[in-house]
């Protein structure tokens, strides 16, 4: 009608990637918000868009999907919820993609995405490893400066 006055929001839908994703020759994870860009996003696009996985910090058995589902979604997937209370509409859900079997591309390729998604990936082990071993070198080396300052104090001559 004349004087009408149409408002049309468009609502972005988002999902968020923590841990080590990114390019090749990135050291340190590729982590943020990412927009689908798309009308439906699948769990790979998904993973592709942050990057992909770091081949020597990703640990592609341990990639986790957070999301709130409804109750009625996980009893028809057969999820047990006696641990639940019936008054709870939405659980926290937290599924995982093993992307060290082949197979699971095939099922991430038909996962839908959903709006405030959260993607983790885990860290290898090695990773873990490396932090570990250079804790135990700044204090062997911190040991080791000490050490040498004494006997350098100590030299005769000094």
């Known amino acids: 009608q004349p004087g009408d006055v149409i408002y049309i929001n468009r609502q972005v839908q988002k999902f968020s990637v923590f841990g080590p994703t990114g390019s090749t020759g990135q050291t340190t994870g590729l982590t943020g918000g990412f927009a689908f860009e798309a009308p439906v996003l699948y769990l790979s696009e998904a993973v592709a868009k ?3 996985l770091l081949d020597t910090r990703a640990n ?6 957070y999301r709130l589902e409804s109750l009625e979604s996980l009893e028809h997937l057969g999820v047990k919820l006696k641990n639940f209370s019936p008054d709870m509409a939405i659980i926290p859900t937290i599924y995982r993609a093993n992307f060290r079997d082949p197979s699971v591309f095939f099922t991430a390729g038909q996962f839908p995405m959903r709006d405030r998604d959260i993607i983790y990936v885990a860290n290898a082990d090695s ?3 490396d932090k570990f071993f250079g804790f135990v070198r700044l204090i062997t080396g911190s040991i080791g400066g000490i050490a040498s300052d004494i006997a350098t104090t100590r030299a005769p001559g000094r």
């Open 50 to 52: 942050a990057g992909g």
């Open 60 to 65: 592609a058995g341990h990639v986790y999907l």
């Open 127 to 129: 990773v873990e490893l």
